[in-house]
């Protein structure tokens, strides 16, 4: 005989679930209990929305489950910004709660609320479990849900009543099979869907490439595909990092072009959500699309392809290169040889701007200045983690790294502080840097206490310009100069910082950035303060973004789409 919670930590153990992001509340410490004593660790944090993103974060990295235990009522509600980032960005994670006791329900107890129904339009999976013998059966199918198999990976949710975890369960209804990890079946693909994408990439003169979140484990067969095309490729912040910068196909500074002039796309595992222009034929002017993906929003979502793969990337992308073997591709290598030349010039004016960027009006340093320094300072395999609003908008640009996590298509302001600890704790021999905002830093600046306790060595750097600056300059431009409510003045981030035990330096002077850099790898956990101007334009303000245009992201793809 065993109880209940016993069986929800022998389960994670069994999967494999090295650690468990939580914080502590009497509805779910049964299962707190027995999973500290199976030996998985707890990184106990100061707000459940914290715990979501680490595990999300986790799981990123890693690629193993990531999962957040959160008690009952306002514990599961903090929670839910974090599941929602999860639901958008397609992340597999397993939320766990806990509820009233049954003979309380319906009754007015405490921290009771209708959870899984508030999180059900945002999970795969959201349900209450009220009776031993389902246990199992159900934590099987949550993670199954999570993990995508047959649709869409993303969050799953789970609560159990506390009395049911105190319940103890004969082993004759425990199904051991229900502890085996589900292996995702290889799809590939028909053989006339095959042809048909092959007789139309191998036929393309200006073939673009996109790979998103579903290309990941597929870096082989996507760069057997590179390089027989000899195309133009374009990653996203999902995929960043399959493909290296030094590859002849890696052209990030042409996208707009890319998009506009390309007359095939083939899409690798990535959705056509606002980034891409939702694959509107006024973005993509040019195009006939062919998309590879396993779940709808991959396959046909925004935009029917001419040729829809469905099909694990790695296979199909492999089927492709095969089925392909004795042709020649089309491309016209004079536009490609065109479009690199540009993008190299384009790269090294970048690497001016980040050395070269003056100060703005006030005095204080342009973002560039800061981030090129940063980026000096970084290691080949370092984890680059950017949050924000306005600040990540300069980051996306100017920073590389071994591996790169960001507020993702939800943007979702706050995850850079439990994204960085949680990047840390699974990877501590390697650099990881969070740049951040200073009004993002904020959302969860209370976790360095947690990043401190657990020994996560992460680097915080915090663009401090005292306000909400992409809104602030909407409000000058586009609300007559009426600034109301997007300044944050004051704010000394780095005696936040020491006051929790972290180190922390504030930086005002560009010549003194280098030196504290050193000293924040050395000395990490460490927080600098770094005050940048607000008079510096992000791109994502020069292109619209915080306008909110009626039927695009960009203003100049939203006057495309309404010009017809």
């Not at 673009?208 to 490729?233: F, H, M, N, P, Q």
């Not at 973002?367 to 990540?392: C, H, M, N, T, W």
């Amino acid at each position: 005989m065993e109880d209940v919670s016993h069986l929800i930590a022998r389960f994670l153990k069994e999967r494999m679930v090295d650690r468990v992001f939580t914080l502590c509340g009497g509805h779910i410490l049964p299962i707190w209990d027995h999973i500290h004593r199976l030996g998985i660790r707890i990184i106990d944090v100061r707000d459940e929305r914290a715990a979501v993103h680490m595990a999300h974060a986790h799981r990123e990295l890693t690629g193993r489950l990531g999962v957040a235990l959160v008690t009952a009522g306002p514990g599961m509600t903090n929670a839910v910004t974090g599941i929602a980032n999860a639901h958008v960005s397609r992340v597999p994670l397993l939320v766990i709660s806990g509820v009233p006791p049954r003979p309380q329900e319906n009754m007015g107890a405490l921290q009771s609320v209708p959870q899984a129904e508030i999180v059900r339009p945002i999970t795969r999976y959201a349900r209450t479990i009220s009776r031993a013998e389902h246990v199992l059966r159900e934590l099987d199918e949550a993670v199954s849900c999570a993990e995508g198999h047959c649709g869409e990976p993303g969050p799953a949710f789970i609560d159990f009543s506390t009395d049911l975890l105190r319940e103890e369960i004969p082993e004759a209804l425990v199904d051991p099979s229900r502890f085996r990890v589900r292996e995702s079946a290889a799809v590939i693909p028909s053989p006339e869907d095959i042809h048909a994408a092959v007789e139309m990439l191998w036929q393309a003169t200006r073939p673009l490439v996109i790979s998103g979140r579903g290309a990941r484990g597929a870096e082989k067969g996507l760069l057997r595909i590179l390089d027989t095309l000899g195309c133009v490729y374009m990653d996203t912040a999902e995929s960043r990092g399959l493909v290296p910068e030094d590859h002849p196909a890696y052209m990030p500074a042409m996208r707009g072009r890319a998009m506009r002039e390309a007359d095939v796309v083939l899409t690798i595992g990535r959705t056509l959500d606002f980034q891409l222009g939702y694959g509107s034929r006024a973005v993509f002017s040019n195009a006939r699309f062919v998309r590879v993906g396993n779940s709808a929003s991959e396959l046909r979502g925004n935009r029917r392809a001419d040729v829809e793969l469905f099909g694990s990337s790695p296979e199909t992308l492999e089927a492709l290169v095969k089925a392909a073997k004795r042709e020649t591709p089309m491309t016209d290598r004079s536009w490609v040889e065109e479009m690199r030349t540009i993008d190299r010039r384009r790269r090294q004016g970048l690497r001016q701007k980040l050395a070269e960027s003056p100060p703005g009006k006030d005095g204080a340093m342009h973002p560039y200045q800061l981030l090129g320094y940063v980026r000096e300072s970084l290691k080949e395999d370092a984890i680059v983690v950017a949050d924000g609003g306005d600040f990540l908008s300069f980051s996306r640009i100017a920073l590389t790294g071994g591996a790169y996590l960001d507020c993702g298509a939800f943007g979702c302001l706050g995850v850079g502080v439990p994204f960085g600890i949680a990047s840390a704790l699974a990877f501590p021999q390697r650099q990881v840097v969070v740049v951040s905002g200073d009004g993002s830093f904020g959302f969860n600046a209370i976790e360095l206490d947690t990043c401190r306790r657990h020994g996560a060595r992460v680097v915080f750097i915090v663009a401090n310009n005292s306000g909400w600056n992409i809104e602030r300059n909407d409000q000058k431009q586009a609300y007559g100069g009426r600034i109301v409510g997007t300044e944050l003045e004051g704010c000394d981030y780095a005696g936040l910082a020491r006051s929790l035990g972290v180190h922390g330096e504030r930086i005002e002077r560009p010549e003194d950035l280098p030196d504290a850099i050193h000293r924040a790898f050395d000395l990490a956990p460490a927080v600098l303060d770094v005050i940048v101007t607000r008079d510096a334009m992000s791109p994502d303000a020069v292109a619209g973004l915080p306008g909110i245009p009626d039927r695009q992201a960009l203003s100049i793809w939203d006057e495309l789409e309404k010009s017809g």
